[in-house]
């Protein structure tokens, strides 16, 4: 209980200072730099990424992983809404399939490479081959 605890408390802090410092990071450029600057509003990014030292090492892939899927997705959303791409309909459908496909293959193929508790997962779920 104690080491779940200590998990907990390490993930919420990590989250906390990951948003805290998002947000932080260009009220407190601005005022440094002086005038605006598109490269003031990429900081966030860098800093609030950085909070993963908080967290343990064997969790910071997972959360870059988590992080990432965020990014691409305001990424995406903000390609689509200044028009230079087109939405696609069902587009997290078709990533989702992507994504399924290429976990499948390396259970298939190279087991070794999953992590322990993510196989164990998929070996309930699909079986032994």
């Known amino acids: ?14 989250l906390a200072m990951y948003v805290a410092m998002g947000f932080a990071a260009p009220c407190a450029l601005r005022p440094i730099i002086g ?22 090492q064997g969790r910071q892939l997972e959360l870059g992983l988590y992080c990432l899927t965020r990014a691409m997705e305001g990424w995406w959303r ?8 087109k939405n696609v ?10 994504a399924m496909g ?11 490479q999953i992590a322990s508790h993510y196989l164990s997962i998929l070996t309930r779920f699909f079986g032994n081959n």
Request: proline content about 3%.
């Open 1 to 14: 209980m104690r080491k779940f605890a200590k998990s907990c408390t390490r993930s919420s802090f990590f």
């Open 35 to 56: 005038k605006e600057r598109h490269w003031i509003y990429l900081s966030p990014g860098l800093v609030g990424g950085a909070m993963v030292m908080f967290e343990a």
């Open 78 to 85: 903000t390609m689509v809404k200044n028009g230079h791409v």
């Open 89 to 98: 309909p069902h587009g997290d459908t078709l990533l989702f399939m992507l």
């Open 102 to 112: 290429t976990m499948m293959t390396i259970y298939q193929n190279d087991r070794d």
